[in-house]
């Protein structure tokens, strides 16, 4: 119990943080949202130094030590928040790749949150997926980024933007048969669907077919050159 106050505490030091980040980036002093973010970074256990040098993996790591599953949890959507204004802090200051990267460490951990357990309602400091792939733009993405939100998209119901990153995976590397694979057992799920889920989801019957058989025409394509 002790353990859970304490922790419900931190997560109410960390919104009020937050909130006092917002407003010294409002106000245009960067200066001291950057050492306030980096006192939060430190509260988490992983140090902005260590943020900027460690894959979301070994990020993880650090976070897991010692917690229960709820606390890291917790814990990573904490970081992913942070991540965000540090990308937003680094776009200030002309360091796009730097707030490219700290864009992309942050979805990736919302994503992988989602992977491992049920779709929930994120924490209100949490920024949502749509907040992230905004923020990156139209830069290329890796291929773990497309499949991870492949699969979210799928999850959640968003077939046409599912398919989406589907072939943008493809457009990465065009004659992966892991890819094709892929999608094609992704078109095959959606085979089991309604017409009404597929509707909802902006991706009709007819056009779930159409992609299956051109992923299955390149497959074949493929396997015989």
Known sequence: M????????????????????????KSQHWQEATVKMDAEFHRLGAGAEAVARLSETELLARLIRGE?????????LMLSALLKEAG??????????????????????????????????????????????????????????????????????????????IFAMLDVDPANPAILEFGMAFYERLQTQSDASLNGGSLPRSEVEAGLAELRQRNLTLSTQ
């Open 68 to 76: 229960s599953t709820l606390v890291v949890r917790d814990k990573t």
């Open 2 to 25: 002790i353990r859970r106050d304490y922790f419900l505490r931190m997560i109410e030091e960390f919104i009020q943080a937050l909130a006092r980040i917002h407003a010294l980036k």
């Open 88 to 165: 937003d802090l680094a776009a200030t200051k002309g360091t796009l790749e730097e707030s490219r990267s700290c864009y992309l460490k942050g979805l990736h951990l919302v994503l992988q949150t989602l992977v491992r357990g049920e779709v929930f309602e994120f924490p209100e400091f949490v920024p949502k997926v749509e907040v992230f792939v905004a923020a990156l733009g139209d830069s290329p993405l890796p291929l773990e980024t497309h499949a991870l939100l492949m699969q979210h998209y799928e999850r959640t119901g968003q077939f046409a933007k599912a398919e989406d990153a």
